[in-house]
């Protein structure tokens, strides 16, 4: 149990929180994120062989979004965001949008914080003025930047294998002072989010939570870890918390 009262809260969520919406994980059973392999959908180089079949695996990615809502998990940590009097910062290692609209949903504290360390699927970022547009459409060769008016330079803002996370510093910040860690639906197999767990057991103070349908790759490395389907287990281990029994 935690006994700090600062009660400052990091959580990490991965593709497992998103599954009972209706998107599929990555590594699901098969090995492949959507029926293709990382190396041909995910990587810099695959982008500069084939834009096509990337710009087609995202497109589809972004149109997915239209049918799926925020579940019982992505809800009960807005009302975290919400209802909890100290820090609450969610990072994300998933794309999609279901964490923004579920927190949407609520009116979170001014502590709230949220950053999406691989990136999203309804930005885009121009390659050669880095900048970034909010997009809900496919991204075509006839897609323009808004500013420059100039088509083919738009790829999706998605963090590819290979290149570096957003948000590092102020992820690397809320590390540093956080008391309660929990870490839902990944699989620790993707890294530098991976080692958070890691680097928290060699700060010594937070208390850390894997909440996960399965042991992870690092489950060892956790204090306490509730295996389970994230639409029953996020919002009770939510309500223990907002009920002052863990922090
Ligand atoms: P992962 O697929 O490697 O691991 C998912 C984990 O979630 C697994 O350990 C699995 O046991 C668990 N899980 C599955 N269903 C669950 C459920 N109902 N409740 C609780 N846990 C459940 O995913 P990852 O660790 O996030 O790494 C994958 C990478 O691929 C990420 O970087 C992400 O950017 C990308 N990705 C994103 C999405 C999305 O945005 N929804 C989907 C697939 C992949």
Known sequence: MVSNSAGR???????GISAESGLQTFRADDGLWCGHRVEDVATPEAFERD?????????????????????????ALA?????????????????????????????????YQFYNMHGELKSVRCVE??????????????????????A????????????MPFFMDEIEDALNRCDLFL???TSGNVYPAAGFV???????????VELNLEPSNGTGYFHEAIHGKATEIVPQYVARILSGEII
Do not use: C
Request: aromatic letters at 8%; proline letters at 6%; charged letters at 25%.
């Open 183 to 185: 870490s839902i639906g």
């Open 51 to 75: 834009p096509e079949t990337v710009q087609d695996f995202y497109n589809m990615r972004r149109r997915q979004l239209r049918d799926v809502h925020p579940n019982a998990a992505h809800e």
């Open 9 to 15: 809260i990091v959580i990490l969520t991965g593709a």
């Open 129 to 150: 003025s880095d900048d970034v547009f909010p997009w809900e459409e496919d991204i075509t060769p006839e897609s323009a930047n808004p500013i420059s008016g100039k």
């Open 79 to 111: 009302k975290l965001a919400a209802y909890w009097d100290g820090e609450v910062v969610l990072v994300t290692q998933n794309v999609d949008d279901l964490h923004q609209r579920a927190v949407a949903a609520v009116v979170p504290k001014d502590t």
């Open 152 to 163: 083919g330079t738009l790829r999706p803002h998605i963090v590819w294998f290979g290149e």
């Open 198 to 208: 890691q680097r928290l057991r060699y700060l010594g103070r937070a208390h850390t």
